[in-house]
């Protein structure tokens, strides 16, 4: 990039430099671009630390390196052109030097910017423990009692229980299965639902709402308060 901005100058020709002969503006400007570049990659490095910001960094950069790249250029002047060397033109330097390291040191800082951190979630669902489920299944009748438990519904004063294999209607609070299940993989999605992790296909969520869709052809909805849990969980 240094390398290319000196060429860039050097072809341009700016500050009274054009009057000079094609090859020792060329160097003039690599000599001064290049070299002030590798001042100010080590003024960077050297403020790091104490300047995180890196918009605040360039403006701190740019002024800490001016008197020493502009010491590189009158002393490069001076050799190719011989230009005198005082302190009056020194730091009549400084004002014509400052401008251009602040946008060279601009133009490193988007190049060199970092992007954001990608993260990449996925939603790993684990087969519960045996033991997590069990206090709630030893509701359940014989033919169920086995069989993969897909969700529950507060149904009327009872308690619509949703398995792989049918339907089954017992007597319990809502909350006092949520407690039986308070150790098994699954989600509160709504007042009166409660669904196990493993048998979620597919979440919609839209204006505020959702709905889910369980193995079975199964639909539960899924309010605005216990949403996050599914968003933290990674299907929406």
Same mark, same amino acid.
């Given at each position: 990039m240094l390398v290319a901005i000196g060429l860039l100058m050097g072809f341009l020709g700016p500050f009274g430099s054009d009057r000079i002969p094609d090859a020792e503006r060329y160097i003039y400007w690599m000599i001064c671009m290049v070299g002030g570049g590798l001042i100010g990659i080590a003024a960077d490095e050297l403020l790091s630390r104490r300047v995180t910001a890196a918009w605040r960094r360039v403006a701190v950069v740019s002024?800490? @390196?001016?008197?020493?790249?502009?010491?590189?250029?009158?002393?490069?002047?001076?050799?190719? @052109?011989?230009?005198?060397?005082?302190?009056?033109?020194?730091?009549?330097?400084?004002?014509?030097?400052?401008?251009?390291?602040?946008?060279? @040191?601009?133009?490193?800082?988007?190049?060199?910017?970092?992007?954001?951190?990608?993260?990449?979630?996925?939603?790993?669902?684990?087969?519960?423990?045996p033991e997590a489920e069990a206090a709630f299944r030893r509701r359940l009748s014989a033919k169920r009692r086995g069989a993969r438990l897909i969700a529950i519904e507060a149904y009327d004063h009872y308690l619509k229980v949703h398995t792989d294999a049918g339907e089954e209607l017992i007597t319990l609070r809502f909350d006092d299965a949520l407690e039986d299940l308070a150790g098994a993989h699954g989600w509160r999605v709504h007042r009166s639902w409660w669904v196990a992790a493993d048998a979620v296909e597919d979440v919609r969520w839209r204006r505020g709402a959702g709905e889910i869709r369980l193995v079975g052809g199964l639909t539960a909805p899924v309010s605005r308060t216990y949403g996050p849990v599914l968003k933290e969980a990674g299907w929406f």
């Amino acid at each position: 990039m240094l390398v290319a901005i000196g060429l860039l100058m050097g072809f341009l020709g700016p500050f009274g430099s054009d009057r000079i002969p094609d090859a020792e503006r060329y160097i003039y400007w690599m000599i001064c671009m290049v070299g002030g570049g590798l001042i100010g990659i080590a003024a960077d490095e050297l403020l790091s630390r104490r300047v995180t910001a890196a918009w605040r960094r360039v403006a701190v950069v740019s002024v800490f @390196m001016t008197p020493a790249v502009s010491l590189l250029v009158m002393s490069t002047e001076h050799l190719l @052109m011989g230009g005198r060397l005082d302190w009056q033109g020194f730091m009549h330097l400084l004002w014509q030097v400052w401008p251009i390291l602040l946008a060279v @040191m601009a133009v490193r800082a988007l190049v060199w910017r970092r992007s954001p951190a990608r993260v990449e979630t996925r939603t790993i669902i684990a087969p519960p423990l045996p033991e997590a489920e069990a206090a709630f299944r030893r509701r359940l009748s014989a033919k169920r009692r086995g069989a993969r438990l897909i969700a529950i519904e507060a149904y009327d004063h009872y308690l619509k229980v949703h398995t792989d294999a049918g339907e089954e209607l017992i007597t319990l609070r809502f909350d006092d299965a949520l407690e039986d299940l308070a150790g098994a993989h699954g989600w509160r999605v709504h007042r009166s639902w409660w669904v196990a992790a493993d048998a979620v296909e597919d979440v919609r969520w839209r204006r505020g709402a959702g709905e889910i869709r369980l193995v079975g052809g199964l639909t539960a909805p899924v309010s605005r308060t216990y949403g996050p849990v599914l968003k933290e969980a990674g299907w929406f």
